[in-house]
């Protein structure tokens, strides 16, 4: 099996097989219903990473119905087409933005296009669920805050690494009960494939993708959010180096954080450094450490032997096992979609998506540069 790569030429590939893996998805609860029509409709505006295709499944196996979409690009919007023939392109953001019928946009536009769109589909009387980061800076962040609270909308960060992992999802059950007792540290590493030729030119723009804590260290801010349960954090130190890109002055390849919050303390790393010889695109953990116990979570692969997929190991006062996620529910778009029309947040608080990405973009402002003499 092909290495998984996130970039510009192979998500034409990905997204043209999204409709047979769509097949296989969840069945969503209008499906269920036994053919009753969709709980919402949808639109897309913005394609350009290829974690839109997990995005609109959740939306789907949450009940929603994709009706249209906006891209610039047409080698995408093709393939997009072809993967989901039931939306219509448009040609215009505002045919989506100005649709009474359509209560949510979903978006993987390039990052630093992210919050100004949700600040426009909001100020529309829409929620908005967007790709990591949902900001590049803290004066976008600032002006989603505000609006957010003006219209009281819903600005939704998909987070897959947590909301779209089985297995974490099942380490946040077993914490939750209380497995490892009382969560202590969270340490978060998350190694990627850079596939250099294949990359779109705003893939090396600071400006234009945030950094790389912004970018990449969301889902670990995510994560330590949710296991520790911290309502505030503050960054303890952090740096940024580019230390094997000289011909990409813009670019950071390697990164590091600490942060601290009211229940816990943490530890983040992210780099581009995983090598061709691994079988996905990084070998992502996470290790949780309570008072009577800790978990470890291999996000993409075991390469102690099970292969690609998810893994969970729990110690704790007895034993020291391996749990199976397989079966583990995936429940963010199905949640999502009942906040919409309930006007609720089962998905996600707003405070944690906001305190999420404020520390990021905390973290990468602030941070040291890191240089080999």
Request: neutral net charge.
């Amino acid at each position: 099996m092909d290495k998984a790569r996130t970039d510009r030429r192979e998500f034409v590939k990905a997204v043209a097989g999204a409709a047979a893996v769509s097949a296989l998805a969840r069945p969503s609860r209008a499906q269920v219903a036994g053919g009753a029509a969709p709980r919402i409709r949808f639109g897309v505006i913005g394609i350009n990473h290829g974690h839109i295709n997990g995005q609109v499944r959740a939306v789907q196996q949450g009940g929603g119905e994709l009706v249209a979409f906006h891209a610039k690009e047409d080698d995408l919007a093709a393939a997009f087409a072809k993967a989901f023939p039931q939306a219509k392109r448009v040609a215009d953001e505002r045919e989506i933005l100005e649709d009474p019928k359509l209560p949510l946009v979903v978006s993987a536009s390039i990052p630093d296009e992210r919050a100004p769109l949700g600040v426009r589909v909001m100020r529309h009387g829409k929620d908005f669920m967007v790709d990591k980061p949902g900001a590049t800076s803290l004066e976008q962040l600032a002006e989603v805050r505000r609006v957010q609270k003006e219209t009281r909308r819903i600005f939704s960060v998909l987070f897959s690494e947590r909301l779209e992992n089985r297995a974490v999802s099942r380490a946040l059950e077993l914490v939750k009960a209380g497995a490892i007792g009382r969560v202590l540290q969270v340490a978060g590493f998350g190694p990627h494939r850079v596939n250099a030729p294949s990359r779109p030119a705003w893939f090396w723009d600071k400006a234009r993708f945030g950094g790389i804590l912004c970018d990449i260290a969301s889902h670990q801010a995510d994560h330590f959010l949710s296991f520790t349960g911290s309502t505030r954090a503050e960054i303890v130190a952090s740096q940024v180096g580019n230390l094997n890109h000289p011909d990409r002055p813009e670019f950071g390849d390697f990164g590091d954080v600490m942060w601290k919050g009211d229940r816990g303390t943490g530890y983040a790393r992210v780099d581009w450094f995983t090598a061709d010889g691994l079988a996905t695109w990084g070998d992502g953990r996470v290790t949780v450490v309570g008072t009577d116990g800790h978990l470890e979570i291999r996000s993409n692969v075991d390469i102690g032997g099970r292969g690609v997929g998810s893994h969970l190991f729990l110690v704790d006062r007895k034993e020291t096992r391996y749990v199976d996620s397989a079966d583990q529910p995936l429940v963010y778009g199905e949640r999502l979609v009942s906040d919409v029309l309930d006007r609720t947040e089962t998905a996600m608080s707003q405070e944690h998506c906001f305190l999420a990405t404020e520390m990021v973009l905390t973290a990468q402002a602030k941070a040291q540069p890191l240089r080999f003499v």
